[in-house]
């Protein structure tokens, strides 16, 4: 019998934190479908608050049974009791073991990195133009699909992405901040 791959249970859609959607997170974490991803930066927090608006977010994500993914260590990441650590693939490591760990790129010498690192997914970005990124050029969906046919793990669209972006890519997994707040 064939064991259960990432890729059988890693959510389609995630939201992620910032500054900018801080207000809507409660409401766009209860709008979510159940088992959705959600990825918590939070980096414009001091850390006493940043832990506190973590567990807050935390209880209602946990109580719509999102996945909950961390920005930071993967130390920081177990000892918070997140279910993985996303961030660039060199940051993620030492791995730790049942985490999860969800590396960044942007073009193909990091998605190179994250297969060599052994990342579980990948958020691949700016998919299309951001405001997280004003001015930065937008991969399209040729070179989207492109880069992420040489990824070694579940890609995940990132960067302005809607749900009219992600029927334009036509690709299942998508993450946003905007989008989804």
């Known amino acids: 019998?064939?064991?259960?791959?990432?890729?059988?249970?890693?959510?389609?859609?995630?939201?992620?934190?910032?500054?900018?959607?801080?207000?809507?997170?409660?409401?766009?974490?209860?709008?979510?479908?159940?088992?959705?991803?959600f990825i918590y930066r939070h980096y414009h927090l001091p850390p006493a608050e940043r832990v506190a608006r973590y567990r807050e977010l935390e209880r209602i994500a946990r109580a719509h049974g999102h996945l909950l993914i961390?920005?930071?260590?993967?130390?920081?990441?177990?000892?918070?009791?997140?279910?993985?650590?996303?961030?660039?693939?060199?940051?993620?490591?030492?791995?730790?073991?049942?985490?999860?760990?969800?590396?960044?790129?942007?073009?193909?010498?990091?998605i190179g990195e994250a297969n060599r690192m052994g990342a579980d997914a990948v958020l691949l970005s700016p998919a299309f133009a951001t405001r997280s990124h004003a001015g930065a050029p937008a991969l399209g969906p040729l070179r989207f699909r492109m880069l992420a046919r040489h990824a070694q793990m579940p890609v995940i669209a990132l960067g302005g992405m809607t749900q009219k972006n992600a029927d334009r890519l036509a690709w299942p997994k998508w993450a946003a901040i905007d989008g989804l707040s």
């Open 1 to 37: 019998m064939r064991q259960p791959a990432i890729a059988d249970y890693l959510p389609d859609l995630w939201l992620i934190s910032d500054e900018r959607n801080d207000a809507a997170l409660e409401s766009a974490l209860t709008r979510l479908p159940r088992g959705s991803g």
């Open 70 to 110: 961390l920005a930071d260590s993967a130390l920081t990441a177990a000892e918070w009791g997140a279910d993985g650590v996303y961030g660039a693939p060199r940051a993620l490591y030492p791995r730790r073991a049942g985490l999860l760990q969800l590396a960044t790129a942007h073009d193909l010498r990091e």
